[in-house]
């Protein structure tokens, strides 16, 4: 008996499910590429023919997480009127038929701001038991724009420094991929240990020279892809402010005492040159006595000069290998100095010699330069004087050609008793 029971209870459910209100969208996701029109499908069944009231809603996830879904648009099968919400009022419409179960959606002109999830729901006053609603991702295709490549920390040994890969957009959500070559241009075998690279960040750490070269970023989707690319220049570590201000110093300090020294030497040299220049010149030896010499008058007594004449004796001998050496070093600078006098005034002779013959050669110039003005000038003379006397035989040949050109008549008539010619042929 309890058998029968339970068989009858499953046999119930099973009828009431297939009797149930069901929306169903054939797809979980749908990719379109940026600006296209397209349908998002939806289909319901009901255990009622022909449900006396239907009400259709289209909504998508809210944009931030604990808002509220945003509602696209409601349609009420008794009024057949469909009332869309602004924000997507003109790009929105909805293909609906209640006999047939068919409720989709068109969105027209679709961007980024529509990759989200579309959710379809179907309430029927008196069909409320089964799946009442269907949701749907919507994946708006965009390439990944032009990524920009950047640098951030200090390309110096030993320093860390990151390389960013960043595009403005793409759907899906670009990957990254970094390549580099040497300087060279050749690819490297393999990154270096202490480098990663995740989500377009290229971390190196503990850089050193071996790590300059060409470092090229590929941003990509299942569309197509675009690179950037970026030269990286390590330098040795930079000198800062305070580091500069002390090397400053101290190669000022240095620079202070050597030219001290410099002139302290200099100093020193003048000095003994000159004390060297004054003996050469005859200066007097320098005689230590123990006393005055003694004055007109004084007698002295003899064993005490003789004294001292032996005791002066020795020094004496000391002395004078030191004054034979000096009076040979002096003789020596004096021939040598001679010597460049005379030929400072050979050099000085040529140059007179030279300077006479240019002077020469300047009078003889000026000279021809005369000769030259005189002959101009009295060239200049001649063509006036016979300008002038071109223009006296023209004055002459003119009168004489008016002279000859007066008419006949006024010549003396002839008389008439003037005798007839004879002729002396007969």
């Known amino acids: 008996m309890e058998w029968r029971i339970c068989a009858l209870a ?5 009828l009431s499910s297939v009797g149930a209100l069901e929306v169903v969208i054939p797809q979980k996701e749908y990719e379109f590429a940026r600006g296209d029109n397209i349908t998002l499908p939806c289909s319901f069944k009901s255990k009622l023919a022909a449900p006396p009231l239907v009400i259709i809603t289209w909504s998508a996830e809210a944009p931030t997480a ?21 924000m997507y009022e003109g790009r929105v419409s909805l293909d609906v038929d209640t006999r047939t179960g068919r409720a989709n959606l068109k969105l027209s002109a679709i961007t980024l701001a529509d990759n989200k999830v579309f959710e379809c729901r179907v309430l029927i006053p008196t069909d409320d038991e089964g799946k009442p609603a269907a949701t749907v991702r919507l994946v708006v295709l965009v390439a990944p724009s032009t990524p920009v490549c950047k640098l951030q920390g200090k390309a110096e040994y030993g320093q860390n420094i990151n390389l960013t890969c ?13 390549e580099s070559t040497d300087v060279r241009s ?30 090229t970023c590929t941003s990509s989707n299942k569309i197509r892809s675009a690179k950037c690319n970026i030269t990286l220049a390590v330098m040795p570590p930079s000198v800062s402010f305070g580091s500069t201000a002390i090397i400053a110093i101290v190669v000022s300090v240095i620079a202070v ?6 002139v302290y030497c200099c100093c020193r040299h003048r000095k003994k040159k000159r004390e060297e220049e004054e003996y050469a010149m005859g200066a007097p030896a320098e005689e230590f006595h123990d006393k005055d010499p003694p004055r007109n008058g004084d007698r002295r ?52 010699d030279r300077r006479s013959d240019y002077d020469d050669r300047r009078s003889d110039y000026n000279d021809r330069r005369d000769r030259y003005s005189d002959r101009n000038e009295r060239h200049d003379d001649e063509r006036s004087t016979n300008g002038r006397r071109d223009r006296r035989d023209d004055d002459d040949r003119r009168d004489d050609d008016d002279r000859y050109d007066e008419p006949y008549d006024d010549r003396p008539p002839v008389p008439n008793n003037k005798p007839l010619r004879k002729d002396y042929d007969d």
């Open 166 to 178: 960043l595009s403005a957009e793409g759907s899906p959500a670009p990957t990254y991929k970094w």
């Open 257 to 262: 005492i050597a030219l001290i020294v410099i």
């Open 301 to 352: 007594p003899a064993g005490r000069e003789e004294d001292r004449r032996v005791d002066r004796e020795p020094v004496e001998d000391r002395r004078r290998p030191d004054n034979d050496e000096r009076q040979s070093d002096y003789d020596d600078r004096r021939s040598d100095y001679d010597d460049r006098r005379s030929d400072y005034d050979d050099r000085r002779s040529d140059y007179n």
């Open 66 to 86: 604990g808002a509220k879904e945003t509602l696209i648009l409601s349609y009420y099968s008794n009024t057949k009127q469909t009332d869309i919400k602004s």
């Open 186 to 215: 050749m690819p490297r075998a393999a990154p270096h240990p202490r480098t990663t690279d995740k989500g377009g960040i290229l971390s190196m750490y503990n850089i050193t020279k071996d790590t300059s070269g060409y470092f």
């Open 10 to 14: 499953v046999l119930c459910l099973v």
